[in-house]
């Protein structure tokens, strides 16, 4: 079968991954968390202490990490660093790193590369916008913040990341403040894109509203 991209768009925590993985199964398409690519640039950011508001330094950041994507493990320069882009320390510091153009020019490439000639399901936030104006089914998936504060937390819990509800909750609309009002790509509904609101749906609910959706894409 040809290359057909769907895309997932929405704020932190409204349930994309969780949503993409089970739709990639489903389907046997490949699937992408680019979120999964800012958080390995502000991982190395924090770990050389990278000044963003130099250019110098930044464009040499770039060009000294090396992303490999396997499956769902990511690789930054070689080194397996799946569990600590995770971790609220890295959230902390994503949004801004996710704001620098230089930094997106050179991740929506990849993610371009990547996605060739593949079935897909990428999520991130500006996937229906920007990475694939052109793509097969867009979703922009919402949900309120205090719901997806809860969802976050009992990923932390479950991780065993430390983490509470207040806190948790700030981040998340701090997040939600940056990468909406970004100059760089903003987190924005494609025209064309079905929104589906997550606050009072269950998982299987979602699945089967964008199931649908791809359904009716592939039957025509
Ligand atoms: O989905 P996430 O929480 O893992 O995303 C981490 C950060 O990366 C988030 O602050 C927004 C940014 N991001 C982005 O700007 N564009 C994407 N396509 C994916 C994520």
Redesign the pocket.
Known sequence: MKEFIVTV?GP??SG??TIAKIIAKKYGFTYL???????MI?LYALENSIDLEDGSQVEAMLANTKLDIVGNQFFLNGKDVSEEIRTPRV?GV??P???IREV?VK?VEL?REISKGKRIIL?????GTV?FPNGDVKIFLVASPEERAKRRLREYEEKGVEADYESVLSSIKE?DH??STRKE?P?LKAEDAHEIDSSTMNIDEVVEAISKYIDEKIGE
């Open positions: 768009d932190a925590g994309k991954s968390d680019t979120g999964a690519m800012y958080r502000a959230s994503v949004s790193v996710a704001a997106r991740l993610q999520d991130g936030r500006d996937i990475v997040r940056i990468d790509s987190l």
